[in-house]
Structure formats: structure tokens, C-alpha cells
């Protein structure tokens, strides 16, 4: 079982960052793919980023130049950082850590608003 802990989230104004911080415990960022998803009120969870235990990235085209996905292996820990926000980022970001489709688990969920 591995138990992700979000932070980092809250309330920013138009143009302003944050940074997300998911520590996995229990598994380790080394070997699985690690990835942010949000979902905003009313519509379905969807992909911000990925990186694999390579450390290949993927995002979403609504984030590209904007966001960046980074994993710490000392600290077991994963980040997205995230610049110029917009207020259409605002949702609520989880991190999910996959390794087999049966060792698929997501955190808590971390609220993003971007507001002025």
C-alpha cells in the first residue's frame, strides 16, 4: 500500500505560481510513473502531467511552457511546479502513483484557486 501526502495548494492571483508536493509513502518515485490529475467543479478528472520512472514527461497542451513535473528520489517526493496560472487551473490536483494496474493509488487531493 502506498499512502500519497499532497501540499502546496491554495489561493493565488492570476499570473502567480505554486508549487504541488506529493511524498509517496511506502513506494518508492524510482520505479513507477508518478502523475498530477485535476478536476474542476462539475466536469471529469484529467491529465495535467506525468513522468515516468525514466524520467520522461508528458502534459496536458493546457499546461505546456507553464507547469513542470519533477521527482526527487532522496525525498521521495514528487512536485509540480506551476507558473502564470490561470484562473481556468482552478480544481482540485491529485497525485497518482502507478506502477501495475493493480498498484494504482492517488492521494487526497490538494485545492487550487486562481483568483483576483
Known amino acids: 500500500q502506498v499512502q500519497l501526502v499532497e501540499s502546496g495548494g491554495g489561493l493565488v492571483q492570476p499570473g502567480g505560481s505554486l508549487r504541488l508536493s506529493c511524498e509517496a509513502r511506502g513506494g518508492s518515485v524510482g520505479v513507477a510513473t508518478l502523475g498530477w490529475y485535476r478536476q474542476a467543479p462539475g466536469k471529469e478528472r484529467e491529465l495535467v502531467a506525468t513522468i515516468a520512472s525514466e524520467g520522461d514527461t508528458n502534459y496536458a497542451d493546457s499546461v505546456k511552457g507553464r507547469f513542470t513535473i519533477s521527482k526527487d528520489k532522496h525525498w521521495n517526493t514528487a512536485y509540480l511546479q506551476m507558473n502564470n496560472l490561470k484562473p481556468e487551473d482552478t480544481a482540485v490536483y491529485y497525485c497518482?502513483?502507478?506502477?501495475?494496474?493493480?498498484?494504482?493509488?492517488w492521494g487526497q487531493g490538494t485545492q487550487v484557486t486562481v483568483s483576483s
Open positions: 497518482n502513483y502507478h506502477f501495475t494496474t493493480q498498484y494504482d493509488f
